[in-house]
């Protein structure tokens, strides 16, 4: 099993940044995408962006301020967030689809606990 566990969120006001980190602690075989998405109350999840051999992916509302990226080397993805705004006020959750072992072609989905981003207006 592998939690990921992920870092930066909190309470900001509008038109601030934020930038989220999330690592996936271990080795494995291959690394497929990673991402992040969130979960406002009341809402579904929803993907906000994702990264995979480096294309980009990200929810229309938050194209143009919002940028993810990764570090391969330390299993990490970023999530810089610019001019936020009061709809960005969510839980947001690490993802990524991974190959833990060479032997076995199989790969699986992991989750991180959240992250809080509050935005004030």
């Known amino acids: 099993q592998v939690q990921l566990v992920e870092s930066g969120g909190g309470l900001v006001q509008a038109g601030e940044s934020l930038r989220l980190s999330c690592v996936a602690p271990?080795?494995?075989?291959?690394?497929?995408?990673m991402g992040w998405y969130r979960q406002a109350p009341g809402k579904q999840r929803e993907m906000v962006a994702t990264?995979?051999?480096?294309?980009?992916n990200y929810v229309d509302s938050v194209k143009g301020r919002f940028t993810i990226s990764r570090d391969n080397a330390k299993n990490m993805v970023y999530l810089q967030m610019n001019s936020l705004k009061p709809e960005d006020t969510a839980l947001y959750y690490c993802n990524t689809n991974l190959r833990p072992y060479s032997y076995s072609g199989t790969y699986y989905d992991y989750w991180g606990q959240g992250t809080q981003v509050t935005v004030s207006s």
């Open positions: 990264i995979t051999s480096g294309v980009t």
């Open positions: 271990g080795r494995f075989y291959r690394i497929n995408a």
